[in-house]
T-cell receptor, first 113, second 112 residues
Framework: DAGITQSPRHKVTETGTPVTLRCHQT?????MYWYRQDPGHGLRLIHY???????DKGEVSDGYSVSRSKTEDFLLTLESATSSQTSVYFC????????????FGQGTRLTVV | SQELEQSPQSLIVQEGKNLTINCTSS?????LYWYKQKYGEGLIFLMM?????EEKSHEKITAKLDEKKQQSSLHITASQPSHAGIYLC????????????FGTGTRLQVTL
């Protein structure tokens, strides 16, 4: 398995509270991604990073922020959680340049009540 | 509308039968990935196709890329219960080689 770990794996939080999800890699990949997976929508890109302190928005970035202060960690923060952010969140690592593989973490199931 | 459309959305096949899943893009495909996801788990990389006409196989799974049709197909020969799960295609449709766009997935069930 690729060295990618997501934490926590499950979380229940209340509406309006901030939540931070962590993605940790040991593969030294330049690119890291956060996706959310919802029924009927598949996987949608939230944010991605192409290096330390270099990040960009994906297609569903509203309400989310990210930080990458070191190569191995990519944090996703829900600034004020809403019920619409109940989802399964996946982190991925890998560079598409040269056709290398992109590996996914095991996912974080987040429930906002 | 989805930039990547998968068909069918769900499929039930009898063990031993062959099946094909399609992934069609509304934009140019610069690279296409196939993943498998077991229910409630993460995505497992199956294979990646980059060039038009490219075909790759792994065990009983074969994937092809038709650049002109902007389409990829995933074919499973002699399906087994272990093939059950959700199959997702992801593609670089922006030509940036920096991010993947995914289809909504095909749910496969294999009956005995």
């Amino acid at each position: 398995d690729a060295g990618i770990t997501q934490s926590p794996r499950h979380k229940v939080t209340e509406t309006g509270t901030p939540v931070t999800l962590r993605c940790h890699q040991t593969e030294n990949h330049r690119y890291m991604y956060w996706y959310r997976q919802d029924p009927g929508h598949g996987l949608r890109l939230i944010h991605y990073s192409y290096g330390v302190k270099d990040t960009d928005k994906g297609e569903v970035s509203d309400g989310y922020s990210v930080s990458r202060s070191k190569t191995e960690d990519f944090l996703l923060t829900l600034e004020s959680a809403t019920s619409s952010q109940t989802s399964v969140y996946f982190c991925a690592i890998g560079s598409l340049v040269g056709g290398t593989e992109a590996f996914f973490g095991q996912g974080t199931r987040l429930t906002v009540v | 509308s989805q930039e990547l459309e998968q068909s069918p959305q769900s499929l039930i096949v009898q063990e031993g039968k062959n099946l094909t899943i399609n992934c069609t893009s509304s934009k140019t495909l610069y690279g296409l990935y196939w993943y498998k996801q077991k229910y409630g788990e993460g995505l497992i990389f199956l294979m990646m196709l980059q060039k038009g006409g490219e075909e790759k196989s792994h065990e009983k799974i074969t994937a092809k890329l038709d650049e002109k049709k902007q389409q990829s197909s995933l074919h499973i020969t002699a399906s087994q219960p272990s093939h059950a799960g959700i199959y997702l295609c992801g593609a670089d449709i922006h030509g940036t080689a920096s991010k993947l766009t995914f289809g909504t997935g095909t749910r496969l069930q294999v009956t005995l």
